[in-house]
């Protein structure tokens, strides 16, 4: 198993009380120390652009700025959005901000992709909300583009959804073939079956039965269109509230509680704290998590992404995670 960590940005009400002239250095100092630990094979943002559960003031900074600056301060680390939305930015400028941004980091970008689901930054911004149907046949043609114009440095095509016409991306990004696309979502009918024809890797539930369901359903999208399903590296992503006791568990998700239902209300604050109650969410004692993960990796996940609600502020959980989960799984 591979691990990746995901830097507060703010989206999760993750760096309330510190002054925004002041987060910038928090979100750095925290991705330099991934960079400079090896149990860390890569580090995530999310793209979105109001905060959860519910949209308040607090910052949420853009996905691919912090792409670039992470590219630039960091020299090791595998850098990714999960999950970028396609329709948030044009496919074939996409290509180009990604491939620039893996020059800057010497070869290091990961591109998430999904079909974004967030209604109310949709609108907000000005986007509509177009039907699902609609966001994943957007997100169909978007990978398209951007595969070929980085296979290539030029791309033309004349879709439903995107029209390009000889779409110069030059430089292309130092990696073979191109960034590597992981498709993320669960949608099995749609989003498998894209992640089947394009991905190098996939991004859903680490729930195991779940996760096991999708695994098959992938497979069987890939025989279906010819792809190696064994090729496609499976992850999930994890919220881990970790302590060396469940009181302790307990205690780091009271704090995380106490620091957004001012800004969220009890009952949100609440749903979300209750989400990601338990081992299989990833929270618990490192044995408890050993057990669960291990569970996850016996049925084919080799990637888990992991959210530390409290990083910004508290970096003990991941260290604990570090010393005694990842020896136990890597």
Sequence with gaps: ????????????????????????????ELAQYADNTPAWDSLWVYDHFHTVPTPTAEATHEAW????????????????QMCTAMSYRNP??????????????????QMGIGGGWYEHEWRAYGYGFPSAGVRLA????????????WRDGVVSIDGKHYQVDGAIVEPKPLQDNGI?????????????????????????????EGFERKSQIL???????????????????????????????KERMARVH????????????????????????????????????????????????CYFPEAAY????????EREVIPALT
């Excluded at 957007?138 to 114009?149: H, K, P, S």
Aim: hydrophobic residues 45%; aromatic residues 8%.
């Design 138 to 149: 957007r997100l169909d043609e978007g990978v398209q583009i951007m595969r070929d114009a």
């Design 65 to 80: 700025s912090l792409m670039a600056a992470y590219a630039a301060s960091t020299s090791r680390i595998k850098l990714g």
């Design 258 to 305: 106490a620091r957004i239902s001012g800004l969220t209300g009890d009952a949100a604050a609440d749903a979300m704290i209750n989400s990601m109650k338990g081992p299989q969410s990833g929270s618990g004692t490192p044995a408890q998590l050993i057990d669960a993960l291990g569970r996850l990796r016996d049925l084919g996940c080799e990637y888990v992404i």
């Design 92 to 109: 074939a400028y996409l290509a180009k901000v990604a491939a620039t941004t893996d020059i800057i980091s010497g070869g290091r970008v």
């Design 180 to 208: 590597p696309l992981w498709i993320a979502g669960g949608g099995e009918k749609v989003t498998l079956r894209i992640a089947a024809k394009y991905a190098q890797y996939t991004n859903f539930t680490s729930e195991p």
């Design 219 to 249: 497979a069987d999208h890939c025989a279906d269109v010819g792809t190696d399903f064994d090729a496609i590296v499976r992850s999930a992503n994890i919220n881990a509230f970790l302590g060396s006791s469940d009181t302790e568990v």
């Design 314 to 321: 508290d970096r003990s959980g991941v260290e604990l995670f």
């Design 1 to 28: 198993m591979r691990f990746g960590l995901f830097i507060p940005q703010g989206w999760r009400l993750d760096l309330v009380g510190i002054d925004p002239a002041e987060q910038w250095a928090v979100m750095r």
